[in-house]
């Protein structure tokens, strides 16, 4: 069986990471990974070279990503997406093509295959995003593909609704978790060695733009500075930067004068890699910030999230997050809450055994 896999940043290659290894391993499969987006960007670490590491036998990128992120060249991106991937899937034929998440880029790609009749399977459909229009992204994708692996029920229902029909839509659960139970982080001095963190308490930070209330994201840059400085007395800083959203530079900007500002209590990590970002989650006092990785992986972790503004709004939530809006002192005082919580001892909605296991059992019924 011929298996594409569509990777477009540091975030979804991560979340993949289980099943590849599998199906690599696995002489059932032919596998081909398709990598573009910001794994092409020099401005976002360049992380194809991480992809190439992993030495697959065959990688094909798709370069089509234009710098800047005004709402014109993410709209020329989308376009110019769309006809490298009309070459590409004229060019290439595949028994099943995954692809996962919300990103524009990765839309775009899909987008190209449909009058290629290419079959798609979406990771992590269903899902909702109030704050971010990468929730049409994600809807799009879903009704262009054919095989459905959803991380929990409420969104296997949002699915079927989206297709009307409940026919190859399977819960199986968040693939970044798949190896939680087994996972083991890189020894703590090691680790705090490595990226030159202080022997102290830190929080871990990653922030992106609202891309729904975009006139905002001024103000909200600001926010998050002034409540970072503040909170940088008590507890080092480690901070993930921001994707390629609409306006992601404003934030990208707002944490480069910080640093420059407070250079001894923050750290500006480009590319973490999973193994690494998994450890800076595992050692953290807490996580800060509206990614979705607070949302579906911190509670494994047993850590408190600190959920800012609307981006993640509507995402079902396990018990460990504290929402808040976008302004200084609630950010504070939330963070405050947070650390005082300690450890959160409960569940993760997101967490089903064997995952990746049960794609591939899955898939391999799937003609």
């Known amino acids: 069986m011929k298996i594409g896999v569509l990777t477009s940043s540091r975030a979804d290659y991560g979340i993949y990471l289980p099943l590849l290894n599998k199906i690599k391993k696995d002489e059932f499969f032919e596998l081909e990974i398709i990598a573009f987006g910001t794994h092409l960007s020099r401005n976002h670490g360049y992380t194809l070279k991480d992809i190439e590491k992993d030495t697959y036998n065959c990688i094909h990128t798709v370069s089509s990503l234009i710098s800047n992120d005004s709402e014109e060249s993410i709209a020329s991106s989308y376009g110019l997406t769309v006809l490298k991937f009309a070459d590409f899937w004229n060019m290439h034929k595949y028994d099943l093509v995954f692809c996962l998440g919300d990103r524009f880029e990765m839309s775009a790609a899909i987008q190209g295959g449909i009058p290629f009749g290419v079959k798609f399977a979406h990771l992590h459909g269903g899902e909702t995003t109030l704050g971010a229009i990468d929730n049409i992204y994600r809807h799009q994708i879903t009704l262009a593909s054919v095989l459905h692996f959803t991380a929990t029920d409420i969104f296997t229902e949002k699915v079927c609704t989206l297709i009307d029909s409940s026919q190859n839509v399977f819960t199986t659960g968040s693939l970044s978790l798949n190896d939680i139970k087994s996972f083991s982080p890189i020894e703590r001095q090691t680790f705090f060695e490595k990226f030159g963190i202080p022997e102290e308490e830190f929080i871990l930070v990653t922030f992106h733009p609202e891309t729904i209330s975009s006139q905002d994201n001024f103000q909200y840059a600001e926010e998050m500075k002034k409540a970072l400085k503040k909170i940088s007395k008590n507890q080092f800083v480690v901070i993930t930067m921001p994707n390629a959203d609409t306006q992601g530079s404003i934030f990208r900007k707002a944490i480069e004068e910080l640093k420059l500002e407070i250079s001894n209590r923050i750290l500006l990590i480009e590319n973490f890699g999973k193994i690494n970002y998994f450890s800076a989650m595992f050692y953290a006092s807490i996580l800060l910030g509206n990614t979705s990785s607070g949302i579906l992986e911190a509670a494994s972790f047993g850590k408190y999230v600190v959920n800012v ?33 300690n450890i959160y001892a409960g569940g993760n909605i997101y967490f089903k055994l064997e995952t990746a296991d049960n794609i591939i059992k899955i898939i391999k019924k799937f003609t």
């Open 309 to 341: 503004g609307d981006r993640q709004k509507g995402r079902a939530q396990s018990k460990n997050i504290i929402n808040c809006e976008f302004e200084e002192k609630a950010i504070v005082s939330s963070v405050t809450k947070a650390i005082e919580s």
